[in-house]
Every structure is written in C-alpha cells, then in structure tokens.
C-alpha cells in the first residue's frame, strides 16, 4: 500500500498538527493484555508503525520513522540484514531490487542481495525514488544510525532479525550494536525495545543471551505448541489472518519467559474494519503501514 505524493503532504500536516495539539508522545508501554491509555485521552491497542509510517514515506527509511514521529506514533518496527563486510542495514527483503535503484547502479550483479554489497555501496543507492520523486536521495540507514535517530525521536522500537539462517551470528551482533548505541539500559530493556523474529531458533537465542530483553515470535503457533515457546519469549506476533478471540485468549492464559501473561501484537492491518476486528479479538498491539488509520478506528496510541 503506497499513498502518492499529494497523500504523504497530506499526513505530514496532520502529523504536524498533532504534535502541536499533543506535545511529543512518551507513552509507558501497554501492561500485557491491557490498553493503555493513548494520545487524548483515548485507550487502545498499541499501534506499531510497520517499517516506519510506510504507507507514505519509503519504508525503513530515516524519512519513514521521522514521519511516524510526526503523525505522533512512539513505536517503530524494522528489519535488520548484514552486509557483505559485516555492517548491520535496515532493509525489508534479502535482496535490494524492490525498494533501490541497484539496478541501475550496479546492473551485473544480479540477484542482488543484500549479502553480496558492502556498506559503502549499499550506502550509494536511491532508496526512495521508486516510492516518489520527493523522497528521492533517500538511503538504507546502517543499523546504528536508524538507533540514533529513532532515539532522538524519543520513540520505541520493535526490531526484526530478518532471516537469521543468512547470516550465522547475527543475534549476538544486533546486541552489540544495540548495546553501543545505549539501547541495552534498564530504560529502553523495560519498556522501549522489542525484538522479534520468524525463526524460534533466533528467538531463543537471543533470549538466552539476553533474558532480560522482551521478544516475540512472529507467527500463529497451535495452542498446543505454546506452552513451549513461552518458555523463551514475551509475545506471539501472528498475521492478521490466522487469528481468533479463542487463540488471542489462549496466548494471554499463558506465562511468558518474563513471568507476565503473554501479549499479541498482529500484523499489518491497514484498514479501519480490519483494525476493529482485531481489537475486539482482544490483541494488544496492531502492526500497521498506516498507523493513523488504525488510530482512528481503534482509538490505539
């Protein structure tokens, strides 16, 4: 889902107006299956900005999380790949075709994935021309810099691994770049930093090097198999999809690694009658390329 130009303006002002009528957010994080009180007033599912407000700005850009910030929007949602020399970069798929002009600038080297550049040319690519021409010049932030900014925001931040079986060690990494970058203190440990991933596998691993961090594990588990994965993480990030209130229900009975009842927090719901149907199941977050949308139907923050 992309909203062109006229769009983009469009949120931007609104985002802008809020924040004068609002003042910044610094929101506490929702206590598990609860909805914490939001942005005038208002309760909710917490609302995760999916690859930052991506619906108008190109996602997992600077661009993207300063957008969200705008629209008055605390948390963040990203994804993390390696480079070929090692460097932690924000970027969606394992390949850079779809959201870059790698084409171009580097046309023999299909397919290419993100492993096979350095940061440096990864650092040369357009990463915001195929989703409009104002947001031309746009790049694929390193990890710490995409930290650094989503810091200054004062917003929070949900964190993929993205396809962890490319990149052997990349859990330990992530926490290391996390830590140099201050985001590994008792105050973003406690109520700003999520991390996530696909593969129970790197779930677990990072559970095991840091307990201390909440995680989550994207998918929709049977109810029989949660007991087992309670036991090295915080929450159960499912597609929208593959829900129910009686599944929704069944994690939140559950103790996670932390002690606390079990969260939901379902993916990507970008339409006002979707978003209504996931709150009444009762998830207590909703990942969204369209946050304002989803705040406006669910009265979220």
Partial sequence: MHVRPAAAAAAAFLGLTLSLLCGPASYAAPGPGSAAPGPLGLGGPAVYAHRGASAYAPENTLEAVDLARRLGF?????????TKDGELVVVHDDTLARTTDVEQLFPG???WR????????IARLDAGSWFGE?????????????LDRVRRNQQRLLLEIKKPELYPGIEEQTLRVLDRAGWLDRRHVSGRL???SFSADSVRTVHGLRPDLVTAFLGTPKVA????????????NPWHTT?????????????GAHGRAMEVDTWIVDDAATARKVRDMGVDGIITNAPDVVREAVGGF
Avoid at 114 to 121: G, Q
Avoid at 225 to 236: K, M, N, S, V
Avoid at 243 to 255: C, E, F, K, N, P
């Fill in 74 to 82: 605390d948390w963040v949602e990203n994804d993390v790949q390696r």
């Fill in 109 to 111: 080297r299909a397919p």
């Fill in 114 to 121: 993100v492993k096979d550049f350095t940061a440096a040319e």
């Fill in 134 to 146: 104002e947001y031309a010049g746009a790049r694929v932030p390193t990890l710490r810099q995409y």
């Fill in 194 to 196: 999520v991390v996530q």
């Fill in 225 to 236: 198999d949660l007991p087992a994965y309670a036991e090295f993480t915080d929450r159960i």
């Fill in 243 to 255: 829900i129910s209130a009686d599944w929704v229900a069944a994690v939140h009975r559950l103790s």
